[in-house]
């Protein structure tokens, strides 16, 4: 199956986004605390490293809620259209707006910078990255490929145990769902992220999990859930029951087939979120 900006609706350049959530996930485990975390994590070659360090120390609850909104902000922003690919993000202007200091500003800049939405560039500061609509389909496509393979896959090896873990998740994601509260679309966007890594897992191929987890950090449909209507939202949880079905019937193409729409569904929800959070042109 390929994916195109033409299949999808896609129309002008640009959107991207990180997968999976609303948080950058080095894996399945629960994510650092604080960026000092993050930055521990990843090292001081992140990109995000080149906007300097954040310690974190001394900053209360109420500007640790400010920082995490500016960042769910201009992440919305970034992957909806609404701030061009090449936009300077100027650090002053961001402390205005936001009413935050240099600091927390920078320890944002640097989450967009590690999640791939943003880079910064020495002595001119950090600026949003530039993809086109077409890179987007591309990448979609070979994610598409890749974990319609990793479900066909995975309904051939899977163990028992990690059908029950499957399920867990769809059990988490159906609790969030059916009574949601602030902020339940990001826990959901979290247990699906560890939903599709433990088809990845159930798939028993070292390398296919290497190269499609590697995929799903890459800067492409970050947080889709934050786009899908309640509708579509319910839909999107019902396909993991129909793929775990699949799964433990032992049947790997319509497995296969179910992801490769799943994914397909996704990334038309997203670029009509784009399109219609895009500036209207007069």
């Keep these: 199956m390929e994916i195109t900006a033409e299949t999808a609706g896609a129309a002008e350049p640009?959107?991207?986004?990180r997968t999976p959530e609303d948080e950058s996930f080095p894996d399945r485990s629960a994510p650092p605390?604080?960026?000092?975390?993050?930055?521990?994590a990843r090292g001081a070659n992140s990109?995000?490293?080149?906007?300097g360090r954040?310690?974190?120390i001394g900053e209360g609850m109420n500007q640790e809620m400010d920082r995490r909104g500016a960042l769910e902000e201009l992440r919305r922003?970034?992957?909806s259209g609404r701030l061009a690919p090449g936009s300077h993000l100027v650090e002053t202007t961001l402390t205005a707006e936001f009413g935050l200091s240099r600091t927390p500003i920078r320890a944002v800049l640097r989450t967009l910078a590690d999640e791939g939405l943003v880079v910064a560039e020495p002595h001119r500061g950090a600026f949003?990255?530039?993809?086109?609509?077409?890179?987007?389909a591309d990448m979609m496509s070979i994610r598409a490929m890749l974990e319609g393979h990793a479900a066909s896959l995975a309904a051939e090896r899977r163990t028992a145990e990690q059908l029950a873990d499957m399920r867990r998740l769809c059990e988490l994601m159906d609790e969030i769902y059916q009574n949601p509260s602030e902020g339940f679309r990001a826990k959901i966007s979290r247990h699906n992220h560890e939903f599709h890594l433990a088809i990845f897992e159930a798939a028993a191929s070292p390398k296919l999990y290497s190269i499609g987890t590697d995929l799903r950090r890459g800067p492409v449909m970050s947080g889709t859930f934050q786009y899908y209507s309640h509708d579509e939202l319910g839909r999107s949880l019902q396909d993991h029951w129909l793929m775990i079905s699949a799964i433990e019937r032992q049947d790997g193409p319509l497995a296969r087939s179910l992801m490769e729409t799943h994914l397909r569904t996704a990334y038309a929800a997203l670029t009509k979120s784009r399109t219609?959070?895009?500036?209207q042109q007069p």
């Design 33 to 40: 605390a604080n960026a000092q975390a993050v930055l521990g």
């Design 14 to 17: 640009v959107w991207f986004g």
């Design 77 to 79: 922003r970034i992957t």
């Design 47 to 51: 990109p995000g490293a080149r906007l």
């Design 276 to 279: 219609a959070d895009s500036p």
């Design 54 to 56: 954040f310690d974190g």
């Design 128 to 136: 949003v990255a530039e993809w086109t609509s077409r890179d987007v």
